[in-house]
């Protein structure tokens, strides 16, 4: 019982038909228990010794009796519309468990046995068997905060292997996402998020608190723990407006930002309301040697502060946190020529060092091309993020090895994310409505400040 309580509602055999018994047990006892407050007059005055199938044939036959059935088939029918329209959550926890119990019958992943059937007289043998389910592994449901948790136990068994490696099955037959899998005591933890779109936020809603930034009702960068972001997406996409998005909950923690914009598009008009806003080369270069300075200086700064502590970050001594915004590098990349190893060896120290001092890096292109983005530096991008449509091969350079299908949908703002956890899952960029100005609403939010 703690473990039912504890991991959810266990999945049995009996469950491949769990909506239509379901159904017939809630309907069954609601069909009766109304029935009976109709006839409970009736009940209590029947003198059941005296009654026989003829009294009761003749009550059966009274117009009193056929109204009340028609009664409570009406009742009936009436809760299971309400239940149609409000009980949407509880039918599709119904399904899931039905559909758990199918996958884990139809895979075969039981131990049974063949037992004969008895027949009419004991003593003939009827010639038939049928299959006895002797083992039937432990697999869990529950739903909780807006996510599916399924939990497996692990046995050291046949079915292990197939057990270990669920993910694709669930994602495709729930049709969720999986944001988590972990081994946890004995047991393997998916946790999936259902009906990803309707976890979207609006730009209102993002928030940058204690080290981790809100982008949907489940999704979080977690920049202090898993530090430095890869953005990569087509025209059309979504990612300026991401990235807007992005600048203005950071500006509401007070950090530092740094922009850089070679294209000289959407991210150089905050120019006009934004210091350290920069579009043309030597500016930009100037820019990324100064951010460098500035964390290599804090380094030997913080080691010299009285609170300082080995393995503390700068939020324990109460430092800032600085980000450079860095758009279209694979582009500028390209611009400058023979000064990009230089560039890029700046990047690679400020992603391996800039954690513990609080500089971060958000990178964005339209491609991830190997040649600026190889392993060495993508991998320390915690947190990457795939906007719009891309190949199967963007999809390798992003991500690295997966066995994750994607599929493409017409959404504006619609992806993939890598959260820092090695789980890939659909992703949206909060909703950004027609109206919104995001030039006037960060030149409010530097006059506030």
Request: aromatic content about 12%; hydrophobic content about 40%; charged content about 25%.
């Amino acid at each position: 019982m703690i473990l039912i309580s504890k991991n959810g509602k266990r999945i049995r055999p009996s469950d491949k038909h769990l909506i239509y018994q379901s159904a017939f047990v809630s309907l069954s006892i609601l069909f009766l228990i109304t029935f009976s407050l109709l006839h409970s007059p009736a009940i209590v005055s029947t003198d059941w010794q005296q009654l026989n199938l003829s009294n009761l044939t003749e009550y059966f036959k009274t117009n009193y009796f056929k109204s009340s059935v028609i009664i409570a088939l009406f009742v009936c029918l009436f809760l299971v519309l309400i239940y149609l329209r409000y009980g949407k959550s509880h039918f599709r926890s119904l399904n899931h468990r039905q559909k758990l119990a199918r996958m884990m019958l139809e895979n075969r992943w039981y131990e049974a046995e063949n037992i004969q059937s008895d027949s009419f007289f004991k003593d003939w043998s009827s010639g038939k068997s049928k299959e006895k389910i002797t083992y039937f592994p432990r697999i869990y449901y529950q739903r909780k905060q807006g996510l599916i948790v399924i939990t497996v136990e692990i046995t050291l068994g046949k079915y292990q292997e197939s057990l270990l490696h669920l993910e694709k099955k669930l994602e495709s037959g729930l049709f969720c996402e999986l944001v988590d899998k972990e081994l946890r005591d004995s047991y393997v933890v998916y946790t999936l998020l259902y009906d990803t779109i309707g976890n979207r936020i609006s730009v209102d809603e993002v928030k940058a608190e204690n080290g981790k930034l809100k982008l949907m009702k489940n999704v979080y960068w977690e920049y202090d723990k898993l530090p430095h972001m890869l953005l990569v997406g087509g025209t059309g996409g979504g990612k300026s407006y991401f990235l807007l998005t992005l600048i203005e909950a950071l500006l509401k923690t007070n950090a530092e930002l740094s922009i850089l914009d070679p294209k000289n598009s959407d991210l150089a008009d905050l120019g006009i309301v934004l210091p350290r806003v920069y579009y043309k080369k030597e500016e930009m270069l100037a820019c990324l040697n100064d951010f460098y300075d500035q964390m290599i200086r804090r380094t030997e700064e913080m080691k010299l502060m009285p609170d300082y502590q080995t393995g503390e970050n700068y939020a324990y001594l109460g430092l800032t946190a600085h980000f450079l915004i860095f758009d279209e590098y694979v582009a500028f990349m390209d611009m400058i020529g023979r000064e990009s190893a230089e560039v890029m060896s700046k990047l690679k120290q400020i992603v391996m060092l800039g954690r513990q001092m609080g500089f971060f890096l958000i990178l964005a292109c339209q491609r991830p091309d190997a040649k600026y983005l190889g392993d060495d530096i993508r991998d320390q991008f915690n947190f990457r993020v795939a906007l719009g449509r891309m190949s199967e091969l963007g999809y390798g350079m992003m991500f690295g090895e997966t066995n994750k299908d994607f599929f493409l949908k017409p959404i504006k703002g619609r992806g993939y994310v890598d959260v820092g956890t090695s789980v890939i899952s659909e992703f949206y960029t909060p909703l950004v409505p027609k109206e919104y100005d995001f030039l006037d609403r960060i030149s409010q939010l530097i006059k506030s400040e």
